[in-house]
């Protein structure tokens, strides 16, 4: 039987980060508190420590999925296919629809919790 919720201590989530991947790259880490990779619902923990890649390089992102981010720490600028930027810093919060294409500049250290819903399209 699955079970109805998930919990993490701090500790475990810090144990559990494992390279992301965006078009075959590892782009920062992820550590999953929810879901995994082609659910419908994802949850977790992405970072990007100083001096790793892709700290202050701009990364390409495409969102796969809707998502709802929370900035822990630190600071991204997102450029949109729209031609806006938005400088994000912590404590602010976003929401990116599935399909929106941007290009990502982190300022390391950097931490996102985000929350991921697959649409039906």
Request: charge should be negative; aromatic fraction near 14%; hydrophobic fraction near 35%.
């Amino acid at each position: 039987m699955t079970a109805d919720y998930a919990v993490s201590t701090s500790g475990q989530l810090a144990q559990n980060y494992v390279p992301f991947i965006v078009e075959g790259n590892p782009t920062g880490q992820f550590s999953q508190l929810h879901g995994r990779t082609g659910d419908a619902v994802r949850a977790g923990l992405f970072r990007v420590l100083e001096g790793e890649y892709p700290d202050r390089e701009p990364t390409p992102y495409y969102f796969e999925m809707d998502e709802y981010i929370w900035i822990v720490e630190g600071e991204v600028h997102i450029d949109t296919a729209a031609g806006e930027t938005h400088v994000l810093r912590e404590g602010d919060c976003a929401y990116f629809r599935q399909g929106t294409h941007s290009t990502w500049t982190f300022h390391a250290p950097f931490r996102k919790f985000s929350i991921e819903i697959k649409q039906d399209k």
